[in-house]
């Protein structure tokens, strides 16, 4: 029975693995638009990487046991490291340090709501990848608009950048930070106090996003905040809410007697705010994303 679904989550890998090589042939002749993957998935976008789908099950099969599990099925883990696997098999694949490497912050390269400390092992792994010249970007739905808070938030990181580029290890390094889902841009400067120089919008924007006006994006936000109140009404969430320039989501409330939202709850609130703004005339207007307890007006 394992071996029978060992073979079977091995063709599925390998049917998808041909799905992407196809439209990467089709994004070669200008041609994606007519892929079979974007037929079967209309939204799919470029693939700058072979991703080595069925070589990277069968390692994470030996690793995990996925296909001898006889009650489990394979799980949102799985296939996220199944995923993380084939990428870093097709860059290996492409040969050379790729141009640029991307990084959540919670849950990645750190644990949820923590920090980015010295003694985190990843460091040390960013710190050899702009030795090779690899731009790096931590991309983090963390919506802050000062360089300070970021610096908090990645300390470790950004101490051990700039002791290299002081003992000459590094040389101009590319380290971005990507804040609020897309709404800023940090970059590493060693002669700022907190190491991060704020980018203004208009060095980094797309011609779309100069489009969009202030009243679009507060109207946007006004409406995902009314869903958001509905949802802590419906639902009876002990929770208050927090509106940023860019962002507004909901957050436990103070009050001694709160108590934690439960995963239910928090998808429940995302996915009916989310169908909300959707339908709503800004919502068509302007690209958004709705996730687990944050809303954020997002460029994707």
């Known amino acids: 029975m394992a071996l029978r679904a060992h073979r079977r989550y091995g063709e599925i890998m390998q049917d998808v693995e041909e799905l992407i090589n196809d439209h990467i042939a089709h994004q070669r002749r200008g041609t994606q638009g007519r892929s079979k993957l974007k037929l079967l998935v209309p939204s799919v976008g470029v693939f700058f990487t072979p991703i080595l789908l069925e070589r990277a099950f069968q390692f994470q099969d030996s690793e995990r046991r996925i296909s001898s599990r ?4 394979p799980s949102f883990n799985d296939i996220r490291l199944i995923l ?45 990848m702009l030795k090779r010249g690899t731009k790096i970007a931590i991309v983090t739905a963390a919506g802050y608009s000062e360089a300070e808070k970021y610096y ?26 990507v804040g ?5 841009l940090f970059s590493f400067d060693a002669s700022s106090p907190n190491l991060l120089k ?10 779309e996003m100069k489009a969009w006006t202030e009243d679009d994006i507060k109207t946007l936000l006004d409406v995902a905040e009314a869903a958001l109140r509905d949802c802590i009404r419906t639902l009876g969430l002990s929770a208050d809410i927090l509106r940023k320039e860019r ?35 800004v919502g068509r207007v302007l690209p958004f994303c ?8 997002n460029i994707q």
């Open 290 to 297: 709705a996730f687990n307890g944050m809303f954020h007006r």
């Open 180 to 184: 609020g889902e897309s709404n800023y």
């Open 198 to 207: 704020y980018v203004p919008r208009e060095a980094w924007m797309l011609n």
């Open 152 to 177: 908090g938030r990645l300390i470790g990181l950004l101490e051990a950048v700039n002791s290299a580029v002081n003992d000459r290890i590094l040389n101009n390094p590319v380290l971005l930070v």
């Open 84 to 128: 993380n696997t084939a990428q870093i098999m097709g860059i290996i694949e492409e040969g050379g340090p790729p141009e640029l490497v991307t990084f959540d912050g919670d849950v990645t390269l750190y644990n949820d709501g923590e920090c980015l400390t010295a003694e985190n092992p990843v460091i040390n792994r960013i710190i050899d």
């Open 247 to 281: 962002a507004v989501g909901i957050i436990r409330s103070n009050h001694p007697l709160a108590g934690r939202f439960t995963r239910e709850q928090l998808e429940e609130t995302v996915l009916v705010t989310q169908q909300v703004v959707e339908i709503s005339p």
């Open 70 to 73: 006889r009650f489990v099925a």
